[in-house]
């Protein structure tokens, strides 16, 4: 008779890849009909490392929906600094406009005092013909003056108005993008949780005491390695080594979260340099360079359309603020790089 252990190891085995079964069905069934946009139904992974694959394409999806929303986000602080700069040019011609209305109003309130044809009757009473010719003059050019002002000031008023109210309306629709922009990235982030949560649980089930993808921030490598920059970059690369460890978040800026432009863009800050937030935007700042004149400092972007950017730091490795749910890290180089710039020239 078979020891009783080796009776039990196929229905252990069988319990194993039931159990196996049934995860797969009860968690991937809302996945294979996630559709965000422009974004395919996902096919139903069978595997580990078509998981991992499907995980990174989520990934680069919220990092296009992050780009675009950076975009966005720029064009409405532009939109709302212009309509700022529009509204004090309104406030002063609006000023203007009451001030000529009410050097008119005396006038008129003169002539109605005094008569209409006081100030004729003044000139014509003159003694001097030519002092008279002189003031009819001077009467007929502020009347035209005032007419012509007037108007001016009407056709600069209706033109502040219509500029105003098309920035306004460009305002609302742009803030109607960002927002539709957060909630399609909100849809993609709930599909990465499922794909990361489902990861866990097959490798939990395939191999309990492996470990799932690391989630716990990495720790910089010694300021000496691979060496800091100098000068300006050496500020940069210094303020990105000091993030690693807090977490990413979309359109963060800092200090206690960044995306990856945010990241960039705070670490070239403390040297000066003034970068936009977002990763395309800063692709057109300062010197583009090959791979081969890289240096600590210099930026690296990521994907094409471009929706990713890292800063180097030295010794093949960069630092980055990944997606949503890791954290800034120091990584190595990659893959999909399709260019490098040096924001100081």
């Known amino acids: 008779m078979p020891p009783l252990g080796a009776r039990r190891t196929p229905h252990r085995q069988w319990s194993r890849h039931a159990a196996r079964s049934v995860l797969l069905a009860a968690v991937l069934l809302p996945l294979t009909v996630l559709s965000t946009g422009n974004m395919t139904a996902l096919a139903t992974p069978t595997t580990s490392a078509r998981l991992e694959d499907q995980l990174d394409q989520l990934n ?24 700022k700069g529009l509204r004090a040019q309104a406030t002063g011609a609006e000023d203007d406009l009451r001030k000529l209305q009410a050097s008119l109003g005396a006038r008129a309130s003169a002539a109605y005092v005094q008569g209409a044809g006081s100030a004729v009757a003044a000139v014509l009473g003159s003694d001097d013909p030519a002092a008279a010719i002189a003031r009819v003059q001077v009467l007929e050019l502020l009347a035209t003056n005032d007419g012509d002002l007037m108007d001016q000031l009407g056709v600069a008023g209706k033109a502040l108005d219509a500029r105003r109210n098309d920035l306004v309306a460009a305002e609302k629709a742009q803030a109607a993008e960002v927002k539709h922009l957060q909630a399609k990235k909100a849809e993609v982030e709930r ?11 097959m490798r ?3 191999r309990p005491a492996a ?9 910089p490598p010694p300021a000496g390695g691979g060496g800091g920059g100098s000068g300006s970059a050496a500020a940069a690369v210094a303020f990105a080594r000091a993030q690693v460890g807090k977490p990413y978040c979309y359109g963060g800026a800092g200090m206690s979260c960044f995306d990856c432009s945010g990241l960039t863009m705070m670490a070239w800050k403390q040297a000066g340099i003034s970068l936009p937030h977002s990763s395309a935007s800063q692709y057109n700042v300062g010197r583009r360079i090959s791979a081969s004149e890289l240096q600590p400092g210099d930026l690296i972007f990521y994907y094409s359309p471009i929706s990713h950017v890292s800063i180097y730091i030295g010794g093949g490795q960069r630092i980055s603020a990944t997606h949503t749910g890791d954290y800034v890290r120091v990584q190595s180089l990659g893959s999909s ?3 490098y710039t040096r924001p100081n020239g």
Do not use: C, H, M
């Not at 599909?191 to 649980?201: E, I, V």
């Not at 470990?211 to 720790?219: E, K, L």
């Open 60 to 83: 680069r999806q919220s990092d296009q929906l992050v780009e675009q929303y950076n975009q966005s986000n720029e064009a409405l602080a532009r939109i709302r600094k212009s309509l």
């Open 191 to 201: 599909a990465a949780d499922k794909t990361r949560a489902l990861l866990a649980r």
């Open 204 to 206: 939990a089930a395939d």
């Open 211 to 219: 470990p799932a993808r690391p989630s716990t921030p990495v720790a």
């Open 337 to 339: 790089i399709v260019g």
